[in-house]
């Protein structure tokens, strides 16, 4: 099932992000949403954006990448290898869960 991850304003931040999680083989989706409408007839609307994870068991890893890179202790991109392990894809021997939330 798919989960919600992150939402903000900054489409390029979300994009980025989306992109990172793919690279590191973790399906995402990024989705634009519309939040906050303005009281005036005239104003703009404010566009936010959904950052989604396809999978429940690629959890752990996306949302290691994505507190690393918005922690921002420094620009340089976490280390892929690490998310690869917590995102790495099911045996064909696997059991899928008895209960899906």
């Known amino acids: 099932m798919a989960?919600?991850?992150?939402?903000?304003?900054?489409?390029?931040?979300?994009?980025?992000l989306c992109n990172l999680l793919e690279e590191a083989g973790i399906p995402a989706l990024m989705q634009k949403s519309v939040v906050d409408v303005p009281q005036e007839d005239c104003g703009p609307l404010a566009w936010y954006s959904e950052l989604w994870i396809?999978?429940?068991r690629q959890l752990p890893g996306a949302q290691l990448l994505v507190a690393k890179i918005l922690?921002?202790?420094?620009?340089?991109?976490?280390?892929?290898?690490?998310?690869?392990?917590l995102a790495a894809?099911?045996?064909?021997t696997s059991v899928p869960p008895s209960k899906i939330a």
Do not use: F, K, N, W
């Open 3 to 16: 989960q919600r991850i992150y939402i903000g304003s900054d489409q390029l931040l979300v994009s980025y």
């Open 89 to 92: 894809p099911l045996s064909p």
């Open 71 to 85: 922690s921002g202790d420094g620009v340089e991109v976490p280390d892929l290898a690490v998310v690869h392990h």
């Open 54 to 56: 396809m999978q429940d």
